[in-house]
Nanobody, 122 residues
Framework: QVQLVESGGGLVQAGGSLRLSCKAS????????MDWFRQAPGKEREFVAG????????YYADSVKGRFSISRDKAKNTVYFEMNSLKPEDTAIYYC???????????????WGQGTQVTVSS
C-alpha cells in the first residue's frame, strides 16, 4: 500500500497561483503514476492531471491545460502541482492519487490522500 499526504492548499484570489505537493511513502516502487483529482461542492470527483512515475509523461484535463503543470521528484517521492491563472471554478478539494496501471490514470488508482482545500475568490 502507498500512503499519500497532500499539502499547499489555501485561499487565493482569481488570477493567482498555488502549488500543491503530495508526498508518497510505503510501497512506492509499485506506483506507475501519481495524479490529482478534485471535487467541488455538489459535483463528482474529476481527473485534473497525472504523471507517469518512471518516464514523467504528463496528462491533463482539457479544463486546466495551459494553466496547470504537474511534475515529480523521484528522489523525494513527491509530485508537485503548479496551478496558475486560477479561476473561481477551480475551487475544490484536491486529492492526490496513485495507481499501478496506466488504465486507471484518469479514473483513479488504489491509493488516495486525504485532500487539501483550494478556494479561489473572485
Amino acid at each position: 500500500q502507498v500512503q499519500l499526504v497532500e499539502s499547499g492548499g489555501g485561499l487565493v484570489q482569481a488570477g493567482g497561483s498555488l502549488r500543491l505537493s503530495c508526498k508518497a511513502s510505503g510501497r512506492t516502487f509499485s506506483m506507475y503514476y501519481m495524479d490529482w483529482f478534485r471535487q467541488a461542492p455538489g459535483k463528482e470527483r474529476e481527473f485534473v492531471a497525472g504523471i507517469t512515475w518512471t518516464g514523467g509523461t504528463p496528462y491533463y484535463a482539457d479544463s486546466v491545460k495551459g494553466r496547470f503543470s504537474i511534475s515529480r521528484d523521484k528522489a523525494k517521492n513527491t509530485v508537485y502541482f503548479e496551478m496558475n491563472s486560477l479561476k473561481p471554478e477551480d475551487t475544490a478539494i484536491y486529492y492526490c492519487n496513485a495507481g499501478r496501471t496506466i488504465r486507471t490514470l484518469r479514473t483513479g488508482g488504489e491509493s488516495w490522500g486525504q485532500g487539501t482545500q483550494v478556494t479561489v475568490s473572485s
